[in-house]
C-alpha cells in the first residue's frame, strides 16, 4: 500500500513538473521584434488618416504607426512599418487571421466590436455627419426618409441611418471615393460618415459641404487580437498613445493633418 502511495505521489508530481514546464506562448510584441517590423492595417481611400501620396502610404494613421514602431524600436525608421490596405469590411478578420499585428485605419470603439477584438485607449474623437451639395435644401438626417443616402460598408454608418432614418434607402459604398461618386452621379443625396472623413472629401471637391450636426461620438483606437499573447503589445499601446497627448504629439499630427477642423 505504501509502495502504491508512493508511486501515485510520483506521477503527481511529473504531471505538476509537466505542466509547468509548457512553454508559454510566444508574446505577439516578442513576435514584432524578433522580425523586425510590425505588420499594420490600414485604410489608403480615407484621406486624411489613410490614403495614398507620391506611392506612399500616408496621413494621420499613418504617422500613428510610426509613433508605435518607434516606442518598440526606438528609432524613426520608417522600415520598422509594413502596412497592408485594408477594407473597412476587412479590419476585423484581418486582426482575427493574423494578418495583421495591429489596426490603425479609423476603427471606432463599440461593444460589438469589443467581443471580438481588443482595443488600444483611443487617440481620436469624432462624430457621423452628413455630406450634401453645396446648395442642397437637406439640413438632418430625418429628412432623408424616402431618400437616397450613400454610406460605407462595414463601418458604424450602417446603425446610424436605421435608427435615425428607418426609411432611407441606404446605398451601401465599398469605399469614401465610392460613395463620393454616388453622390456627385445624382445617385443618392448625402453622404453619411465620420465628420473627419467628409472633412478630406470637401477639401479635395468644391461644391460640396458639411451639414454642422453630429449624430454620434465615437473614438478611434488600435485594435489589436484578443489574447494572453497580446497583453503586453497593447500594454505598450497605450503608452503610447498616453505619451502623445502629454508631450502634445497627438495634437501636433491632428494639426498637420486636419488643420483648423472643429471636433465636436
Not at 470603439?109 to 474623437?125: A, L, Q
Not at 470637401?202 to 460640396?208: A, E, I, L, Q, R
Not at 454642422?212 to 503586453?232: C, M, V
Request: some cysteine; charged content about 25%.
Amino acid at each position: 500500500m505504501k509502495k502504491l502511495t508512493f508511486l501515485i505521489f510520483l506521477l503527481f508530481c511529473f504531471i505538476l513538473t509537466g505542466c509547468s514546464e509548457q512553454k508559454q506562448p510566444e508574446s505577439l510584441l516578442s513576435k514584432i521584434k524578433s522580425r523586425d517590423k510590425i505588420i499594420v492595417g490600414i485604410k489608403t481611400d480615407s484621406k486624411p488618416f489613410g490614403f495614398i501620396k507620391n506611392g506612399e502610404i500616408t496621413g494621420f494613421d499613418a504617422d500613428i504607426a510610426y509613433a508605435v514602431a518607434r516606442k518598440i524600436f526606438l528609432t524613426d525608421f520608417k522600415g520598422h512599418v509594413e502596412f497592408i490596405p485594408l477594407k473597412p469590411s476587412e479590419r476585423i478578420s484581418a486582426l482575427n487571421t493574423g494578418k495583421v499585428d495591429v489596426v490603425i485605419a479609423t476603427l471606432s470603439i463599440n461593444d460589438r466590436r469589443k467581443e471580438v477584438i481588443d482595443f488600444s485607449i483611443p487617440y481620436y474623437v469624432t462624430g457621423q455627419a452628413l455630406m450634401v451639395p453645396k446648395y442642397s435644401k437637406i439640413k438632418s438626417v430625418a429628412q432623408l426618409n424616402d431618400k437616397s443616402v450613400a454610406i460605407i460598408l462595414g463601418t458604424t454608418g450602417e446603425r446610424t441611418i436605421r435608427l435615425l432614418a428607418p426609411n432611407a434607402n441606404a446605398i451601401g459604398a465599398i469605399s469614401y471615393p465610392d460613395a463620393f461618386n454616388h453622390l456627385k452621379e445624382g445617385h443618392v443625396e448625402a453622404v453619411l460618415a465620420d465628420d473627419s472623413l467628409l472633412y478630406g472629401l470637401v477639401t479635395d471637391n468644391k461644391g460640396y459641404k458639411i451639414l454642422p450636426a453630429r449624430y454620434t461620438e465615437e473614438y478611434y483606437a488600435i485594435g489589436i487580437r484578443k489574447g494572453e499573447d497580446t497583453k503586453s503589445l497593447k500594454k505598450l499601446l497605450d503608452i503610447t498613445i498616453r505619451d502623445m497627448q502629454q508631450n502634445g504629439k497627438l495634437n501636433r499630427i491632428k494639426e498637420k493633418w486636419i488643420p483648423g477642423f472643429q471636433l465636436i
